[in-house]
């Protein structure tokens, strides 16, 4: 299921929901834990898990971007910058697991909207098959998904 994407007073926000069967611990060590991170966002990294710590981006060319962790509720909330945009997980208790929710705040929509919507889509994908003891290669879903959100996008402008 594509996100939603609606226009704010602040720009745009994307919602993405997913209910899964694993428990809130489980999924939030997969957003915390950085030798779970590296499995399905190689790039990320925890810096330091606290309201006012970092996420660091590896850029893949020696340099780093710190994203700032604006939230933090241990097992439920992790919010942080991205970007001129900001992302915000968050996991509600279910009874028969949890459901994960990704928002990204979108100041603009630009040329790179459709990517970033794509990833995120696709690293969901991937949290939920680790869970579930199965593997997802990233590379070979993104293009599809990203084919999805630039006319999910598209769509949107026209409006």
């Not at 606290?50 to 996420?55: H, L, S, W, Y």
């Not at 893949?60 to 700032?68: A, Q």
């Not at 098959?129 to 990203?146: N, S």
Request: negative net charge; charged residues 35%.
């Amino acid at each position: 299921m594509l996100a939603t994407v609606r226009k704010s007073d602040e720009g745009y926000i994307a919602r993405f929901e997913r209910t899964l069967r694993h428990s809130p611990e489980e999924v939030w060590s997969y957003l915390t834990d950085n030798d779970k991170l590296d499995r399905w966002f190689s790039e990320l990294s925890v810096d330091e898990l606290r309201e006012g710590g970092f996420i660091k981006f590896d850029m893949r060319d020696g340099t780093f971007e710190k994203f700032e962790i604006l939230e933090l509720s241990m097992n439920s909330v992790l919010e942080y910058t991205w970007g001129e945009d900001r992302v915000r997980f968050e996991i509600h208790k279910e009874q028969e697991g949890c459901r994960l929710i990704l928002i990204e705040k979108i100041a603009r929509i630009t040329s790179h909207t459709p990517k970033d919507l794509a990833g995120w889509h696709v690293c969901l994908m991937v949290i939920e098959a680790l869970l579930d003891g199965k593997a997802i290669d990233r590379d070979e879903e993104w293009p599809l998904w990203h084919e999805r959100y630039i006319r999910l996008i598209e769509s949107e402008a026209s409006v």
